[in-house]
């Protein structure tokens, strides 16, 4: 019985970077073993157990069979005679099969350094086409490896096995819970756009994202920069968003902001804001399919219907502006409202070349929301006792007026 420090550890350790979680693979063990030695049972599909004073994970080696389409058709087989290699060849990528024994050696049979050195994520072997997540996780893997001095690239060979799978349906098959918690994982790295742009290539984001895959092409605005198309923009956004260090929801927002210009005839930009109606519809499909956590939704939702509307906010009326708070609940969630302002930022800032202009959108709105805030909304109701049906609009009408105030004192 031994066991060795496998995947993503000894990756990022020979990368030179921090290492979260360690997982172990065990040789020449059966279940009856493990519990012997305290190991505390967790894994479901296959023996995956606990150390009982570490609490790292140690999963028994073990093959696979593919029974049928998506991830889920599998099934494996665990035993005492099953070899490191193996186990090894069942993975994903080359540079997650190096294996790492307790006195420090390591265990390559499938050159994983090499890659590791050239920055190339290549399978392992033609399993790979077997499991669809491993399209979204070399995806998430590219925008997590995306900066020098770890800038990966995927090898063609892979590419072209990933396009294969796309062909065949089998990213068709994968179940919404799973998409959605790739991408969001891939959201979170430091250059998002490049999980998109692997999504791209070997076509999965027009199966997965079609509303999204349908933004390239759509030409920008003529006031902003008509010579990058809608999805390269959103690119810029999204990256953009990652750099400041934006929260799930800010991104996923900048993510789907603009859907509706897929659906918009640019010739009649900007008079028309059609888009901004059209992109509430498609946001939601989007949510409901891939079955989105309400604060990424709303939040999203917000966004697309709203964006705009930040970006002209400084010319609108008080009875507007507090129209728009309303509208977004900005009074129950102020912090929602706040971020939808950041996101709306990251869609100015995520140009090329405007990189240094001015957004003062954000700041003019969050002073808006306070001054709005400050009414005090029982004050104003103890002067209609005994006339309910007046408050909410006597209440209205103070924060339009604490908004004329503002923005009075301000000129």
């Known amino acids: 019985m031994k066991s060795y420090v496998v995947g993503g550890a000894v990756r990022d350790a020979l990368l030179g970077l921090p290492v979260q979680d360690r997982d172990h693979v065990v040789i020449g063990a059966t279940p009856e073993q493990m519990l012997a030695q305290g190991f505390v049972p967790v894994g479901k599909d296959f023996p995956v157990f606990l150390h009982p004073k570490t609490h790292e994970e140690y999963a028994l080696a073990r093959t696979e069979r593919k029974t049928g389409a998506g991830y889920k058709g599998f099934v494996f087989h665990t035993d005492p005679s099953v070899t490191l ?56 893997f590219a925008a997590r490896f995306s900066v020098a001095p770890h800038a990966f690239v995927v090898a063609p060979e892979t590419m072209a096995l990933m396009k294969s799978m796309v062909t065949a349906g089998e990213v068709d098959a994968l179940v919404p819970e799973r998409v959605w918690q790739e991408i969001s994982r891939g959201l979170m790295e430091q250059k998002p756009s490049r999980m998109f742009d692997v999504l791209r290539e070997c076509g999965a984001l027009a199966r997965l994202l079609p509303e999204l895959d349908a933004l390239w092409g759509v030409p920008q605005p003529a006031k902003f920069h008509p010579e990058i198309d809608t999805g390269v923009h959103i690119m810029l956004v999204i990256d953009y968003a990652a750099q400041q260090g934006m929260s799930l929801p800010i991104r996923f927002a900048a993510l789907l902001h603009d859907l509706g210009k897929g659906t918009t005839d640019p010739a009649i930009w900007p008079r028309h804001h059609g888009h901004e109606e059209r992109g509430i519809a498609l946001v939601k499909k989007v949510c409901e399919r891939l079955k989105v956590p309400s604060d990424c939704r709303d939040l999203a939702i917000m966004t697309a219907r709203d964006h705009g509307n930040v970006g002209r906010s400084q010319e609108m009326r008080p009875a507007t502006l507090q129209d728009m708070l309303e509208r977004n609940d900005a009074f129950r969630k102020p912090q929602r409202f706040l971020d939808m302002l950041k996101a709306a930022e990251c869609d100015c800032f995520g140009r090329a070349g405007l990189e240094n202009i001015q957004f003062p959108q954000v700041a003019f709105l969050s002073a808006v929301l306070n001054a709005a805030l400050a009414v005090n909304a029982g004050e104003v109701a103890q002067q209609f006792l005994g006339q309910p049906q007046k408050i909410a609009e006597a209440i209205r009408i103070a924060r339009i007026d604490a908004i004329r105030s503002l923005i009075s004192a301000s000129a």
């Open 85 to 140: 290699e193996q186990d090894l060849i069942r993975r994903d990528l080359t540079i997650n099969a190096i294996a790492r024994d307790e006195h420090g050696g390591l265990i390559d049979p499938f050159n994983g350094q090499r890659d590791l050195q050239d920055g190339v994520f290549r399978h392992v072997s033609p399993a790979f086409e077997e499991d669809p997540v491993r399209i979204l996780r070399v995806a998430r």
